[in-house]
């Protein structure tokens, strides 16, 4: 089995040790950190949010996995930016004001990492203002936004509209999720989509970006 495929598989089973292990030796082959990235730890975690779209991987294994994907990113994010790689877009996540829940957000993070996007994680109850302020100085593609409660997702309007007002709304993409969320709330609040669970925000993300 070829490295990138043995890097692959430690993703899979989420082998954080093993993975860095063949990362470090990849490297020590002469093999370009891009290969290793592109064709090692982020074919691992397509074959990981697949699982997990099919019920075959759940929350525990997708975070352990996650994190064995980082592990190797660790590694290669200086080699990555010696060689000038550049991300395939830049993510900005946060749960909206008012909601303090961020499990599905944090997946949806490390998922969007692990298929080669920078995400700039805002955390949760994140006002408006710091959606603007990263939006515009971070030069990014796409916000984010989760929330949890019925009660918090009517804010997630009154960030649209503060992109707008902003003048950004014309530069970024906006996806929305979370439990109360659905595609006739996005429709509303003129979202460019909405994602059930984490595995479809990664193909949200890719559509609107690829």
Do not use: C
């Amino acid at each position: 089995m070829a490295i990138n495929e043995q890097i692959a598989d430690e993703v899979i089973k989420g082998q954080a040790d093993a993975v860095k292990e063949l990362v470090n030796q990849a490297i020590s082959e002469e093999i370009s950190a891009e290969d290793v990235l592109n064709n090692g730890l982020v074919a691992g975690m397509n074959v990981v949010s697949k699982k997990f779209k099919n019920n075959e991987f759940f929350i525990p294994e997708v975070l352990v996995s996650a994190r064995a994907m980082t592990a190797g990113l660790d590694i290669l994010n200086p080699l990555l930016a010696e060689a000038n790689v550049k991300p395939k877009g830049k993510v900005v996540i946060g749960t909206v004001k008012g909601d303090l829940h961020d499990i599905g957000k944090n997946i949806v993070g490390m998922m969007l990492q692990g298929a080669g996007y920078e995400i700039v994680d805002l955390g949760a109850d994140v006002p408006k203002e710091k959606f603007i302020e990263f939006a515009r100085k971070e030069d990014t593609n796409v916000v984010g936004m989760s929330a949890l409660l019925t009660t918090t997702m009517i804010y997630m309007q009154e960030i649209v509209q503060a992109l707008k007002d902003a003048g950004l709304r014309d530069k970024v993409k906006v996806i929305i999720g979370g439990a109360p969320v659905t595609q006739a709330y996005a429709d509303k609040i003129e979202a460019d989509g909405y994602a059930p669970d984490a595995a479809s925000a990664i193909d949200l993300a890719k559509d609107l970006l690829d």
